[in-house]
Structure formats: C-alpha cells, structure tokens
C-alpha cells in the first residue's frame, strides 16, 4: 500500500461559550482535519489545531501549506506503515513542526489500524483500560457564582476533577479556589493552570496562598522558557508542579526531567507531534518517576479519539487529564458521525478500526474555510 495524497481540511468551530484562560478568550476554534489517501483506498484521518501559543506561532494556512507543499511530495508513494521514518523524514525537511507532523502522524496510525482491523491502541501496546477518566477544564469566567455554576455543571455530569484557569488576578483566583473547596469540600481534585502567565515572584506568592486548599498540581505557573523558575517552584511550595507548555520534544521534557523543574508533565496530539511523539514523552516520564496529564487544545472527536486511544493502551498510571475539553462542553460543534461525549466523567475508548470515529461530511462542508 502507497500513500497518494494529503487532504486538508481547515475548519473553524464555535466555542460553546467563549473559551478566556490567563493568555485571551476565543470564540471559535480554528482546526485543521488532513485524510491521508492511499493506493488502496483506504484513507486515514488526523486532526492538529492552529492554537497560536505554547510554542507555536503556526496559523491554519500555514498548517496547510506546510502539509501539501513540504509534506505531501516527500511522503507520496510511501508505505503509511512506515511512521517513524516518515516523521523522521518530516522533521527533517522542517525542523519541529510538530503541529503540522501531528496531524499526519495520527492519519497514517488511523490507515494503520483500519488495514488490519484494529483500533490503533492494539498497534501501541493493546488494550490496558477501555474507559478514561478525565478532568473539566473551569475556564474563567466574569464572577465567582458564573465559575462555581459552570463546576456544578460538570459535577452533576460526574465530573471529580477540575482544571481551574488562573494568572490574571491573583484575589480572583484564591476566591474561585475557596469557593469551589467551599462548594465541594474533599469531594473533588483541583487542579490550576496559569498557561504561563505569572512571574516568579506573583506565581510563589499565589501558590503559598493556595496550599491550604489541597491543589493536587499547579500547571505551568511561569513562562514557557523559565525552566529555572519551575525548578525553584518545585523546591518553593509543597503543591507539585506541571510542565505543560515548556515541554515539546523529547529534549524539552529531557531538560525538565534533568533539572528536576517539574514532576508532572501534560501532553497534548497538536504540541507534541501526534500519538507516536506523545508515546514517548510518556515513556521518558514514567522513567523519571513523573505523573502523565493526557491533555490537548480543545478539539473534534479526532484528536480526543487520538489521546484516548494511547490512554487504552498505557500500561501505567495516568491522571485524569483535559485531552476531552472540546466534547466536554467547551465547543459548540463536532465533525463526527458518531461524537465522542463524555459519559460519567469517563470517555469510552473507541472500539472501531482505526482511530475509531469517521468524519461527517455534512458537518465537514459547513464548517470548512477553504470553499
Ligand atoms: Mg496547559
């Protein structure tokens, strides 16, 4: 079998409600669907976001171009199975383009399994867990109430792990904690997530302040650059710290393992390259004794098939991660004939061939961009 062709697909969705963490609010989602053709007619999918943040500056049309101009003709006419060469090849041609590899890295497991009838987990290490947990991702919102409204949301949808946006008002931010603990007392996990946004000094100052509450893991407190801070940090506060946007390869997350700068890492398909890349940053964690956060930008049921996926086959622990922000509430549309939808607080793994969800063509022609 032979790869053909790589067809984008730029989309833009709604956000159910805008989407504000400490870096802006959004309305709408830009996201890009490639489907990998081959010789034999068998086509995979794979989805990357054109987030603009956490170290990338790629917008959509960028994606695509990369993807048709670069990509295309240095992997037409070879085998789909071969995908550590290809990325290897992709990276080459493009050094770090993560976002853009992501997306055809994930086709290609997606043609992987669908020619031997399998989902793509059994292609990893088989079937460890058919079910995941995962966390609700509190975005800010303008009061305290709006915030405790949209917890109890999840609550009662059998959410018990919230991802709390925080980094732009310290006296908020302590508010939101005290009154979600209030709210909830010890039945739920929260978690905060600054994307970067604080100073050394603000960051110390709001974590001593939250330590009284139980926080199970401060995400990315301080810049994307600041391995030295989240070190300190570490040693500075007794709530455990994540590594998120610092972290994109295996080198970036081997720094953070070496310095001892966090001991949780998040990943995420768009950031890290797609499911072979996440894989082993999993691997290297586990190694180093982290804790593994399965995360993504908000995305279709594409990219949340991808990480649950690696998730049904990770032998290890995992936390329940925000990789199901977007079919959690968080976007307004879907591109799939049978969306993903968090049941319980768990996301079923899918069981189909492949990646395990198939594109809707209706909802595809209505929110693609490029006719
Ligand atoms: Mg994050």
Same mark, same amino acid.
């Given at each position: 079998?032979?790869?053909?062709?790589?067809?984008?697909?730029?989309?833009?969705?709604?956000?159910?409600?805008?989407?504000?963490?400490?870096?802006?609010?959004?309305?709408?989602?830009?996201?890009?669907?490639?489907?990998?053709?081959?010789?034999?007619?068998?086509?995979?999918?794979?989805?990357?976001?054109?987030?603009?943040?956490?170290?990338?500056?790629?917008?959509?049309?960028?994606?695509?171009?990369?993807?048709?101009?670069?990509?295309?003709?240095?992997?037409?006419?070879?085998?789909?199975?071969?995908?550590?060469?290809?990325?290897?090849?992709?990276?080459?041609?493009?050094?770090?383009?993560?976002?853009?590899?992501? *997306?055809?890295?994930? %086709? /290609?497991?997606?043609?992987? #399994?669908?020619? @031997?009838? &399998?989902? =793509?987990?059994?292609?990893? +290490?088989?079937?460890?867990?058919?079910?995941?947990?995962?966390?609700?991702?509190?975005?800010?919102?303008?009061?305290?109430?709006?915030?405790?409204?949209?917890?109890?949301?999840?609550?009662?949808?059998?959410?018990?792990?919230?991802?709390?946006?925080?980094?732009?008002?310290?006296?908020?931010?302590? *508010?939101?904690?005290? %009154? /979600?603990?209030?709210?909830? #007392?010890?039945? @739920?996990? &929260?978690? =905060?997530?600054?994307?970067? +946004?604080?100073?050394?000094?603000?960051?110390?100052?709001?974590?001593?302040?939250?330590?009284?509450?139980?926080?199970?893991?401060?995400?990315?407190?301080?810049?994307?650059?600041?391995?030295?801070?989240?070190?300190?940090?570490?040693?500075?506060?007794?709530?455990?710290?994540?590594?998120?946007?610092?972290?994109?390869?295996?080198?970036?997350?081997?720094?953070?393992?070496?310095?001892?700068?966090?001991? =949780?890492?998040?990943?995420?398909?768009?950031?890290?390259?797609?499911?072979?890349?996440?894989?082993?940053?999993?691997?290297?964690?586990?190694?180093?004794?982290?804790?593994?956060?399965?995360?993504?930008?908000?995305?279709?049921?594409?990219?949340?098939?991808?990480?649950?996926?690696?998730?049904?086959?990770?032998?290890?622990?995992?936390?329940?991660?925000?990789?199901?922000?977007?079919?959690?509430?968080?976007?307004?549309?879907?591109? =799939?004939?049978?969306?993903?939808?968090?049941?319980?607080?768990?996301?079923?793994?899918?069981?189909?061939?492949?990646?395990?969800?198939?594109?809707?063509?209706?909802?595809?022609?209505?929110?693609?961009?490029?006719?």
């Amino acid at each position: 079998m032979k790869i053909t062709e790589i067809e984008t697909i730029p989309l833009r969705l709604p956000f159910a409600q805008p989407f504000k963490i400490s870096q802006g609010a959004r309305d709408t989602l830009e996201t890009l669907i490639v489907r990998v053709h081959t010789d034999e007619g068998l086509v995979g999918i794979g989805e990357t976001q054109a987030w603009r943040r956490q170290g990338s500056a790629e917008v959509l049309w960028s994606l695509v171009r990369t993807i048709k101009d670069h990509f295309e003709p240095l992997i037409a006419g070879r085998s789909p199975f071969d995908i550590g060469g290809i990325l290897t090849t992709l990276n080459e041609a493009l050094y770090n383009t993560l976002y853009a590899q992501a *997306a055809v890295a994930d %086709a /290609l497991y997606d043609i992987a #399994g669908k020619a @031997v009838g &399998l989902p =793509v987990h059994k292609l990893f +290490a088989g079937e460890c867990r058919d079910r995941v947990r995962i966390g609700g991702l509190l975005a800010m919102k303008p009061t305290v109430g709006e915030l405790i409204e949209s917890a109890q949301g999840f609550y009662e949808r059998g959410f018990r792990h919230f991802g709390l946006k925080i980094g732009i008002d310290p006296k908020q931010d302590l *508010a939101n904690v005290v %009154a /979600l603990r209030g709210r909830f #007392g010890d039945g @739920v996990v &929260l978690r =905060v997530d600054a994307n970067g +946004a604080l100073a050394y000094d603000a960051a110390l100052a709001l974590l001593k302040k939250l330590e009284p509450y139980d926080i199970d893991v401060a995400e990315q407190p301080i810049p994307i650059w600041d391995l030295e801070g989240l070190a300190a940090l570490c040693r500075a506060t007794s709530i455990p710290i994540m590594a998120d946007e610092s972290v994109s390869t295996d080198h970036s997350l081997l720094e953070v393992i070496r310095r001892r700068a966090a001991t =949780v890492v998040q990943t995420k398909i768009a950031k890290n390259g797609g499911m072979y890349r996440v894989w082993r940053l999993w691997t290297l964690a586990s190694a180093a004794g982290m804790r593994i956060y399965p995360g993504n930008h908000p995305s279709t049921s594409v990219a949340t098939a991808a990480v649950a996926q690696l998730c049904a086959a990770w032998p290890g622990p995992l936390m329940e991660g925000v990789f199901a922000v977007g079919v959690s509430g968080a976007l307004g549309a879907d591109i =799939v004939t049978e969306p993903i939808v968090p049941v319980n607080g768990e996301i079923r793994v899918p069981s189909g061939p492949g990646l395990g969800v198939d594109l809707d063509p209706k909802a595809i022609e209505r929110y693609r961009i490029d006719r």
